[in-house]
């Protein structure tokens, strides 16, 4: 049996959460789950499957601090650090570098840090199925999780054929980007699309072959980083790093190879998007109320209706006579939005900056 | 010449600026006088026409000691310390009791601690106008303000005939409370009504005459006062205090007295009733937001129009894509609610009394 390793992808840039999330403070270091924060899950629900020192987390130089003081368990040596943000291809490439630099013959599980799942132990019986169906070495495994409505917020992944013998499991037809209403209705029609779970399973022979055979200039990233980190004390330096082109490994290798399979899964699972999503965290009241409360803060809604409240620290927002609102509360700012405006947040962060505000950016 | 004093009315519950605003920081604590206290800048408009030993302000015993503190410059002992929060008879019976027992032919200020009035200098020239229409020692004069729009968030003074050499006073018909909008309407179509700016200039000697023909209970209340008073080291018990009639002085007296006169005022003067009112602290901008903004807080608006901000802190509120709303952001609390319920927050101060939240209050 051949090591088994998780890298936990931690990047974001904080946009769709500000004011609660930061450059210095993504999604994934909000107490969502259940009141702890979402990397702080993701790594438990990994317990049990992968040993704790096979656990990694790749993470750029400016987060590494903040994520080493909210994961003490986490060993220094097992922060991967990207010298820039670029985007998930160039990320599994310093992964596969990494994991592949200590044993050529892993497999490996990538996933993302900021995402709900729930319950676990369907979650690790869905990575037995994918890390069973890479056995072989050659085969690439994501899932896909069944719709439960016509989401526009989520990316899909359009099954093919069985795969024989796969319990289940499909051949990768194509990955899609978020779609609009009208599409996504067809998706779940048709039946045979799966929202994008951003969830692989491989082995790292079976990756370095797909990306030699997707991506020549991504193999070679890989390559030269492999061969930075085999030496005694090696680092990859950012030029290296910066050969591995700025894409998504969907559609630079997944989409492309000749093993790609997707296992569908059933586990209750949301990206967490951005603050309407608030709804999978806490379930809205009898008002249509949803309020996310943190460190002992509160929440007092008078004649107030289907609104979504985040708050930290000890403080109360106080909702009286509005509805359709997110209001986010924490030390040093304050959000009023529209709901629909919740997922515009970009353009406001992006008014900031071109604000000089980078206080709070 | 006789002495000059003034009254300041500092009580308050502290609702209509709810969070901003509480019950131990009611209104004229708020930084809403170009970011200094109401009542500092009450104190400082009487500077140069009222020695700075005869400036009182009355207030409750639960506010006296934050009072002290935002009020370096105030003696100790010109404190005076209602037992009981009642209505403003009560208070001016207090207020005569103690600066009558000081010089029984005082000339007394009466006025609220928590208005915006500019300028300095008009204001000063009407209350000089005042003193000398009560310098018969028995005429009551009040201060009406000449209406500019038709305000329904303000009472009104009914003027009567003018004063014979009263240089444009006029005798008290009535006064009336905050009218509905036709009523109000009517009010400045007839052109005799004035806003009723709650100041009075009166002699000791006259408000007591006052009192005797107009209300016995009062009158004797405040006779039993001034001779706790007039003891050494006497106090008012607040059994005595509570012989007072729980009226406001303008019913109680004002509007049954014989020689009540009103001056009609022409300073900038707005009473800050309510959220809506900071439009009158700080110009609205473009967009018509109003953000006032303390202690290094500030505010970043896109796509929001029409909003009320109040912040305090170094605290930043971004409105993105709202309008009509005011949103107020304190150290533990935030408020959002729309423009036309800010005049309704006491529903949710009970609320939150209703609730448990006393720490709120």
Chains 1, 2 share one sequence.
């Not at 990047?11 to 994934?28: C, E, H, I, N, V």
């Not at 132990?121 to 690439?140: C, K, P, V």
């Not at 209403?181 to 797909?210: P, Y």
């Not at 919740?342 to 505000?357: I, P, Q, S, Y």
Request: a neutral charge; proline letters at 6%; glycine letters at 8%.
């Amino acid at each position: 049996m051949h090591s088994l390793h998780a890298v936990i992808m931690a990047g974001g840039s904080g946009t769709r959460f500000w004011p609660a999330s930061r450059a210095l403070r993504p999604k994934q270091f909000l107490p969502l789950a259940a009141g702890r924060p979402l990397i702080e899950a993701t790594m438990t629900r990994l317990e049990g499957l992968v040993a704790p020192e096979h656990v990694w987390v790749a993470t750029n130089k400016k987060q590494a601090r903040s994520l080493a003081r909210l994961l003490p368990n986490l060993r220094h040596d097992r922060l991967i650090l990207e010298p820039e943000a670029r985007d998930t291809a160039p990320c599994v490439a310093l992964a596969t570098a990494t994991v592949g630099s200590r044993d050529a013959e892993a497999t490996m599980i990538v996933l993302p840090a900021d995402h709900l799942i729930e319950p676990t132990a369907e979650f690790q019986a869905m990575l037995r199925h994918g890390i069973e169906l890479a056995s072989d070495g050659e085969t690439l495994v994501t899932f896909g999780i069944k719709p439960t409505f016509a989401a526009t917020g989520f990316g899909y992944v359009e099954c093919g054929a069985a795969v024989a013998g796969g319990k289940g499991a499909c051949h990768v037809a194509r990955f899609r980007e978020k779609p609009d209403r009208a599409t996504a209705e067809q998706f779940v029609r048709q039946g045979n699309f799966l929202w994008n779970s951003g969830i692989f399973v491989w082995q790292v022979k079976a990756i370095r072959r797909a990306m030699a055979l997707a991506d020549k200039d991504l193999a070679a990233a890989t390559d030269a980083m492999l061969l930075s980190l085999q030496k005694p004390e090696g680092r990859v330096k950012k030029s290296t790093f910066a050969q591995a082109p700025k894409k998504s490994i969907d559609f630079a290798v997944m989409e492309k190879a000749d093993k790609a399979v997707v296992v569908p899964a059933t586990v209750r699972w949301d990206d967490v998007g951005s603050f309407p999503a608030l709804g999978s965290v806490q379930p809205p009241d009898a008002a249509g109320n949803v309020a996310v409360l943190a460190e002992g803060s509160s929440h007092i809604a008078l004649d107030a209706r289907d609104n979504i409240v985040y708050a930290e620290g000890p403080r109360t927002v106080a909702t009286f006579g509005v509805s359709g609102l997110v209001v986010v509360a924490v030390g040093d700012a304050v959000l009023v939005c529209p709901r629909d405006k919740a997922n515009d947040l970009k353009a406001l962060v992006e008014h900031l900056r071109a604000n000089g505000r980078d206080d709070l950016l």
